[in-house]
């Protein structure tokens, strides 16, 4: 399928179902993030567990890409996205009908496989169905539909949490998927008969084995209390196993999922590095301010949803601004820009305190925005601009791999971190609040159940915030140490 071999009305039709299955992927990727603590109570889910509704999308959607150029050659790129749109709706409809945490994570498990074609696959069809000249208007349109997402999914998923329930940011994929499958049905081309290669199997899975281990290992830690269970040893180990016989494979055999040159490239390599981070701080911070806001500053569902609308805007704008200076400005200057705003945001939210209003919630989503805009286009080109042109394609898979593992492996170590910093400042808390004490002894009524009921619940809201203000800390010193590594990638590009 190319450019030359299709319409304008047909190549607007298959424009038009890509960005909205886009929108599908995006939209499931942050919809969820509002209603945790809805999806908490209703599952009797426990804190560190809750998380796993977003870590399992993400991990399944890593596990999955490196397989979709064999799934592309095997089935076609039509029948691929059919199946994947139908399978999609299917497992988000029984996330909403799902009990319990462990039946949902399984369904957002097969959610985020279903989804993880979705992306790269778009991209790869608008770039064949657009001349070179149409690819950055083509690339453009491509990344509204991609930024949509996290614009309407807090206020999407905020109002039906409200009005409906949480179940209902499951089940409103079916009319978009409905209407996707339908454009994509009548407006892709059949498959074309190509050569399928063979697939590494056990390069994909050690690959997976490595992931889920770590992915498992970081989600049940701090229930287990890491490394005192047995339990979490052996995931460490399994973690530890696959990663090992996955890079032992890819460096030694013949033919395997990535192309050894994709790991020496230093451009690439870097900026992997960097998506890596950049994953966390995008979902990271994300995933624990629903929590904050409903938990302890009494933020209605919706009222949550609204107040992080300006990060989505933010980062509409900025992904417009960089299109103007594309070709006018060292994209490396763009990504320090970006990195610079992203920590600028983090250490705004490091000022959050439980009487502040919402002006410092608004301000700092909005840098976040704003700041993630710019770093993440730029990155994705200086990534490719020394990678051979035939090996994109699988250096696209890797690069969307390691964004997604920094982006799961973010949420849950954040997430863990607050648990456990939690505990920590609730007990020295306490150590203070004893009847010796003069300040504590004119605040409470040692002598009243009640009264030390609502100190404790008090020393709870107070510790859990500092645990937040850490974890934002953390991220914003994350964006410092970054900074350097940007200096180290080159801007000229490789020669075909």
Not at 107 to 136: E, K, T
Not at 272 to 280: D, E, K, P, V
Request: hydrophobic share 55%; charged share 10%.
């Amino acid at each position: 399928m190319t450019e030359s071999s299709i319409g304008e009305a047909q190549r607007s039709a298959i424009t038009f179902a890509l960005i909205l299955a886009t929108i599908l992927s995006t939209v499931a990727s942050t919809i969820a993030n509002v209603v945790l603590p809805q999806i908490r109570a209703s599952t009797g889910a426990a804190q560190d567990e809750i998380s796993w509704v977003l870590t399992s999308f993400i991990l399944a959607g890593a596990v999955v890409t490196p397989a979709l150029g064999w799934l592309e050659q095997k089935f076609g790129r039509r029948h691929l996205l059919l199946a994947s749109i139908v399978g999609f709706t299917v497992s988000g409809m029984l996330c909403g009908l799902a009990t319990g945490i462990v039946e949902l994570v399984l369904f957002r498990l097969a959610q985020g496989a279903f989804g993880a074609v979705f992306i790269p696959m778009s991209q790869a069809i608008l770039l064949d169905i657009n001349p070179p000249q149409r690819h950055g208007q083509a690339m453009a349109l491509w990344g509204i539909g991609a930024v949509l997402g996290p614009i309407i999914g807090p206020v999407l998923g905020g109002w039906l949490a409200e009005n409906l329930t949480w179940r209902w940011v499951f089940f409103i994929n079916v009319p978009l998927a409905t209407v996707a499958f339908f454009m994509v049905a009548a407006a892709l081309p059949k498959h074309e008969e190509v050569e399928i290669h063979k697939f590494d199997a056990f390069g994909f899975g050690a690959l997976a084995v490595g992931l889920i281990g770590l992915q498992l290992m970081l989600d049940r830690g701090p229930r287990q209390e890491w490394f005192a269970s047995s339990e979490i040893w052996i995931e460490f180990g399994l973690g530890l196993l696959g990663f090992y016989l996955f890079f032992v494979h890819t460096f030694t055999a013949r033919k395997a999922i990535f192309d050894r040159q994709i790991w020496v490239d230093r451009n690439f390599l870097t900026a992997s590095i960097m998506i890596f981070f950049i994953g966390m701080l995008m979902f990271a911070g994300m995933a624990v301010l629903p929590t904050l806001l409903q938990s302890l500053l009494g933020y209605p569902v919706l009222h949550s949803g609204v107040v992080q609308l300006p990060r989505g805007v933010g980062t509409l704008l900025s992904m417009v601004l960089v299109g103007r200076l594309h070709g006018r400005i060292d994209q490396r200057l763009i990504v320090l820009a970006g990195l610079a705003l992203t920590g600028w945001s983090y250490a705004e939210m490091s000022r959050f305190s439980l009487q502040m209003d919402e002006g410092l919630v608004l301000i700092s989503g909005l840098l976040q925005g704003l700041g993630l805009g710019l770093i993440f286009v730029p990155m994705s080109a200086l990534a490719f601009t020394t990678i051979a042109p035939q090996l994109r394609t699988q250096a696209a898979s890797l690069f969307t791999l390691v964004r997604n593992v920094g982006s799961s492996i973010g949420i849950s170590f954040v997430g863990a971190l607050q648990i456990y910093n939690t505990k920590i400042v609730q007990s020295q808390l306490v150590e203070h609040v004893t009847p010796d004490n003069p300040i504590a002894a004119g605040a409470v009524d040692f002598a009243s159940v009640r009264a030390l009921a609502a100190m404790m619940q008090a020393i709870a809201r107070q510790a859990a915030m500092v645990a937040y203000i850490d974890a934002f800390h953390l991220l914003f010193w994350m964006c410092v140490a970054l900074a350097p590594l940007v200096l180290l990638m080159r801007t000229k590009r490789i020669v075909v």
